[in-house]
């Protein structure tokens, strides 16, 4: 008997009968004596859909008063489904109680719609496991200092799912979703992608963090720091196969480098269209500059990703970087605002259609020649890069959106990850 955390997506979730489907598969493994804690998203289109009822309201994004009431919006998402998947079980005769994060409760900080957990209270779900109940746990959601309700960021089910189980020491914690497994790029974009049997946790974090949607990053970071056994797989499987089967499928997230398997060189493709790019031109080339630019950007709570400063002429340089789309406008303002004036002549220009695709791989470590691998190959296609930036196991580039598919597709076969689709499924 051990304690297990299930996390289920939105479309695994989204109808009553998904919904029953969840029941009945819980309710096996509660059944076969695990004591069980289920974290489900919002019912597929749910949080789209309240959080497009506020941007008719109010179209642009104003202040943290706004951001707090999309949150108390968007956790009515988690609280149905949740309350709805205790009724389902409640229908198969398996005591069940639902909680939403406040009243766990799940502490967060109060950066609302991008919170971060900060604690979790264990005793009352403890209490109903001991007492034999199946808890469920609102995805998403938590609790300020100030009582206020936030939310984790688009995706932060799998992280309240990690962070439960973390708190919990849960045996394991078993993310179901709409593929059944991680696979050597997004399935939807390149259909010869492969499911990947075990991925390390170091490649997960990079695949998540470049763009991959299949965990939310920050799930990653909680599995590492508190070595969450973490597991992806599909909750489409007929409810009822066999446990056992059920729990080896999909893929594993480890910790340690397995030194049996051939290493691949690159183990992953990741993409994101979610950035734009920034570039502030003919800035003088003094010390401090970077931070002058920079420095309003990082108080304005904007995350900067990709960074070029270009060799400077003449005294003057070009200094470009990365932003969050939904932080462009916010951050050409402020540029416009308060940094263009300080540094004189300079000029600031965008530009929203622009993708950043990134290949990665613990082999990579071990290997010369990747990073030029992959620049041929994209010359190849004619594709120009705008961007470049590199970490110990992964390369990634920013280039014009519309080459997106293409890129991830060449790559995919460049790095020989379209081959052998038998010899690493179960
Ligand atoms: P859920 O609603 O279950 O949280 P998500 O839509 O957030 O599901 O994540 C699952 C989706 O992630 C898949 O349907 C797939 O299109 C996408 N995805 C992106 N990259 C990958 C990858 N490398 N492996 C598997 N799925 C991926
Ligand atoms: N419902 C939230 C979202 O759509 C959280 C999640 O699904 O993980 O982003
Ligand atoms: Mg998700």
Request: net charge negative; proline share 3%.
């Amino acid at each position: 008997m051990a304690l297990i955390v299930h996390k289920y997506g939105g479309t695994s979730m989204g109808s009553t009968e998904r919904i029953r489907n969840v029941a009945l598969r819980v309710a096996k493994w509660h059944r076969a004596g695990h004591q069980m804690v289920v974290v489900p998203s919002a019912m597929s289109g749910e949080t789209n859909r309240l959080l497009g009822l506020a941007k008719e309201l109010a179209p642009t994004k104003a202040d943290t008063a706004y951001d707090r009431e999309l949150d108390m919006l968007a956790a009515t998402g988690e609280q149905a489904s949740s309350a709805l998947l205790a009724i389902a079980l409640q229908a198969q005769g398996i005591e069940a109680v639902s909680y939403a994060g406040w009243q766990v409760p799940i502490k967060t900080n109060s950066a609302h719609t991008k919170a971060r957990i900060e604690s979790i209270d264990d005793a009352r779900v403890r209490a109903d496991l001991d007492a034999g109940r199946v808890v469920i746990v609102t995805g998403f959601q938590g609790i300020d200092p100030l009582g206020n309700i936030t939310t984790l960021g688009r995706g932060g089910s799998d992280t309240s799912a990690v962070a439960v189980a973390a708190a919990l020491k849960a045996a394991e914690c078993l993310i179901y979703t709409d593929v059944d497994g991680v696979y050597t790029t997004d399935p939807r974009v390149v259909p010869e992608a492969r499911r990947l049997l075990r991925v390390s946790f170091e490649e997960m974090l990079e695949m998540a963090s470049m763009g991959s949607k299949v965990l939310q990053i920050r799930s990653v970071e909680f599995a590492g720091k508190y070595r969450v056994p973490l597991r992806v797989l599909s909750s489409f499987t007929p409810w009822d196969i066999d446990l056992d089967t059920e729990a080896a499928s999909g893929t594993l997230i480890t910790f340690e480098e397995d030194e049996d398997m051939e290493q691949a060189v690159v183990s992953g493709i990741a993409f994101n269209r979610d950035e734009a790019k920034i570039a502030v031109l003919g800035v003088p080339d003094t010390p401090g500059m970077a931070y002058q630019i920079l420095g309003p950007v990082a108080e304005a709570n904007i995350e900067v990703d990709v960074i070029i400063q270009n060799v400077s002429k003449d005294g003057k340089t070009d200094f470009s970087f990365t932003v969050h789309r939904n932080d462009y406008q916010k951050a050409l303002d402020l540029l416009n605002a308060l940094v263009l004036p300080i540094l004189g002549a300079a000029e600031v220009v965008g530009d929203t259609r622009i993708c950043k695709v990134s290949i990665v791989g613990i082999g990579m470590r071990s290997h010369v020649g990747v990073a030029s691998r992959m620049f041929k190959c994209l010359s190849v296609e004619g594709i120009n890069i705008q961007m470049i930036s590199t970490s110990e196991i992964k390369t990634s580039v920013v280039i014009d959106e519309k080459y997106m598919e293409l890129a991830v597709r060449a790559l995919h076969r460049e790095f020989d990850l379209d081959q052998a689709a038998d010899s690493i499924s179960n």
